[in-house]
């Protein structure tokens, strides 16, 4: 059973526009999110972090929003670049003291 | 520079022989993970460790897989015997205790033919 979920597997998105990708849990322990960012051939690097205490954090072109009652997150991205093209990565944990639990992943594709 | 190194980065072995993966975590870490990616189940948790005490290895099979931190700069996950289901890519990553934010090595890419 997959507690964190992103059902896009992709998304293309042309240069400068904005990107969205979603992201949804089921367990109602989770009060501590992140997005990884993950290149062919490489590690996932961290991105951005949300902890449940608030609703938006924001990193320069990246805004990650937590709705806590739908369970719900998402990263923004705005403008996007052709170097944000990766595969993105939503994880969570339990009070930052338990090992991550992450999606399946969305493959974003910025096109010049 | 302070990052998480894998070796090897690439291995190709043929069914039923032993692999061993090692890891060196960001000193002064003392949180250490395996995970495993592949196509169907994304990143999955195999073992973690915390002051090179085992906490979680529900994650692996139990039969043929084993997680171990002889010392505080290495980690290893072996696999013996190996099988073709176990192809993917195993990432370990390191962080400190109460903090979520894990740092990620480059991964091997295992090979079971």
């Known amino acids: 059973d997959q507690q964190v979920k992103q059902n896009s597997p992709s998304l293309s998105v042309q240069e400068g526009r904005i990107s969205i990708l979603n992201c949804d849990y089921t367990?109602?322990?989770?009060?501590?999110f992140l997005w990884y960012k993950k290149y062919p051939a490489e590690g996932p690097t961290f991105l951005i972090s949300?902890?449940?205490?608030?609703d938006k954090n924001e990193d320069g072109r990246f805004t990650v929003f937590l709705n806590k009652s739908a369970k719900h997150l998402s990263l923004h991205i705005v403008p996007s670049q052709p170097g944000d093209s990766a595969v993105y990565f939503c994880a969570a944990s339990v009070s930052g003291n338990t090992p991550l639990v992450f999606g399946k992943g969305t493959r974003l594709s910025v096109i010049a | 520079d302070a990052r998480v190194t894998q070796t090897p980065r690439h291995k190709v072995t043929e069914m039923g022989q032993e692999v061993t993966m090692r890891c060196q975590p960001i000193l002064g870490h003392n949180t250490v993970f395996w995970y495993r990616q592949t196509m169907m189940q994304g990143l999955e948790l195999l073992a973690y460790?915390?002051?090179?005490?085992?906490?979680?290895d529900s994650g692996m099979p139990k039969d043929r897989f084993s997680a171990e931190m002889p010392d505080a700069t290495l980690a290893t996950l072996k696999i013996q015997p190996s099988e073709p289901r176990d192809s993917a890519v195993y990432f370990c990553?390191?962080?400190?205790?109460?903090?979520?934010?894990?740092?990620f090595g480059p991964g091997t890419r295992l090979t079971v033919l």
């Open positions: 460790f915390r002051n090179r005490a085992p906490l979680d």
């Open positions: 367990n109602s322990m989770f009060d501590y």
């Open positions: 949300i902890s449940s205490i608030k």
């Open positions: 990553a390191s962080g400190l205790a109460l903090k979520s934010v894990a740092f």
